[in-house]
């Protein structure tokens, strides 16, 4: 009699485990496309209609986007792919810093700028129409006549579609006024926190530059369609919008400061974005349309990264 008792006990153990695993796969299976892309904003209720089904086996998230791309989305953690491709500032900012690739002294400081909230000590600010659309209009023309698609990207070794420029084609494309206003920018901005950290016979501050790299970009669906997240390698870098936000879908600014995966919207043409290098940035996928911007790195003579 105990032998049966312990036959049936053993048998409802199994058929629970069974029955509870098959739930849960079925429960994970509302959740994640065929292809098996996580779905952002799944919510639990009834399983996908017929024509739903349909609908998601038909779609091609990598269609018209380069292999190299492709590869990349392939093996994204999902809390990355949550960020980068569909652009949900919900993330959690710590999990996602735990999952972008980095060394032990880089992460220590993205995590100084993902945790630093004092108003006083902004580490990324706008200056609103830094170039007039004239200025913006001949750099998208610069770019779209001399652009090669055989550069590489240092950052995800995939093709950059930019165009690198030294200061002196910069002002023979824009002009001297245009290039000073923008080389004044970093200190425009961060200008305040430098005269809070060094007396008035420090000469040797963050914004003596030693040089400034300069390239332009185009971001397209088929071409470049995002940035990984990524930390820069000098005092400053400054983005410089080259059309409107409004002219594409996507393609947005992102970065991890004050708290939380920042997006950086409603940018206009000719605003110009300045970061300090520790703060962990990128930009979302392209959906629809052509961005372009312009990047300036600022390598400080203090040797401050």
Known sequence: MVGIMMISSLWMAFMATTCFSTAA?????????????????????????????????????????DDAFVQKQWFMPSVVERALIHQDASVD????????????????????ALECTDE?????????????????????TFLRKTIQD?????VDGCPDWQVNLSSHKLTKILGTSAVLRLMAVPEQLFGHEN???????????????????????????????????HRDGNRWTLNVALNHDTEYTGGRLMALYNGGL????????????CHAACVQHGVSAMHDGVRY????????????A
Request: proline share 6%; charged share 25%; with cysteine.
């Open 150 to 154: 055989d550069g590489i990207d240092n």
């Open 262 to 273: 920042q997006i950086l919207d409603g940018r206009q043409e000719g605003d110009a974005t």
């Open 293 to 304: 911007s312009m990047i300036l790195f600022f390598h400080s003579s203090s040797g401050e």
């Open 93 to 112: 900012p710590h999990e996602l810093l735990s999952r972008l690739d980095m060394s032990d002294a880089d992460r220590a400081k993205a995590q100084e």
């Open 195 to 229: 005269d809070a950290n060094n007396n008035s016979n420090n000469n040797n501050s963050s914004f003596d530059y030693e040089r400034v790299g300069i390239f332009i970009r185009m971001y397209q669906r088929s071409k470049r369609p995002w940035m990984p997240f």
């Open 25 to 65: 796969a079925f429960s994970l299976s509302r959740h994640i496309r065929p292809n098996g892309i996580l779905l952002a904003n799944a919510a639990v209720c009834e399983p996908p209609t017929i024509q739903q089904k349909e609908q998601r086996i038909a779609e091609d998230p990598y269609d018209g986007m």
């Open 120 to 140: 006083s000590s902004q580490l990324v600010q706008t200056a609103p129409g830094v170039l007039t659309p004239a200025e913006c209009a001949k750099l998208r």
